[in-house]
Nanobody, 126 residues
Framework: VQLVESGGGLVQAGGSLRLSCVAIGGTFRDYAVAWFRQGPGKGREFVAGVGQSGGNVRYADSLLGRVIISKDKLTNTVALEMDNVKSEDTAVYYC????????????????????WGQGTQVYVSS
């Protein structure tokens, strides 16, 4: 399966953004999916993840209350919504997935994810 992200661009501080990740050549049915990000001069950071069933989600502690991840099996899309964006949210956002037989668990370790998208750049202007 190939992952394609979209929705990045320039966002004003305090605004909202919505990123989408579509699976090409396959489905997310048997995959846990997550969003990571990498800001300028920083390492790759877990943002949010959703389990295979779509019923279990995990969020980075620092982003709790500002982000929502959702999995739509009908459209084969995993979306990330972020409110009240800040300058420190400026980063390249990556969608990643791994096959799993666990319905609910989703890892936060990027080493567990075998499939990655190309990333989408988000700039937050103050």
């Amino acid at each position: 399966v190939q992952l394609v992200e979209s929705g990045g661009g320039l966002v004003q501080a305090g605004g909202s953004l919505r990123l989408s990740c579509v699976a090409i050549g396959g489905t997310f049915r048997d995959y846990a999916v997550a969003w990571f990000r990498q800001g300028p001069g920083k390492g790759r950071e877990f943002v949010a993840g959703v389990g295979q069933s779509g019923g279990n989600v995990r969020y980075a502690d620092s982003l709790l209350g500002r982000v929502i991840i959702s999995k739509d099996k009908l459209t084969n899309t995993v979306a990330l919504e972020m409110d009240n964006v800040k300058s420190e949210d400026t980063a390249v956002y990556y969608c990643a997935a791994y096959w799993t037989d666990s319905s609910y668990y989703v890892s936060t370790d990027p080493n567990h994810f075998g499939t990655w998208g190309q990333g989408t750049q988000v700039y937050v202007s103050s």
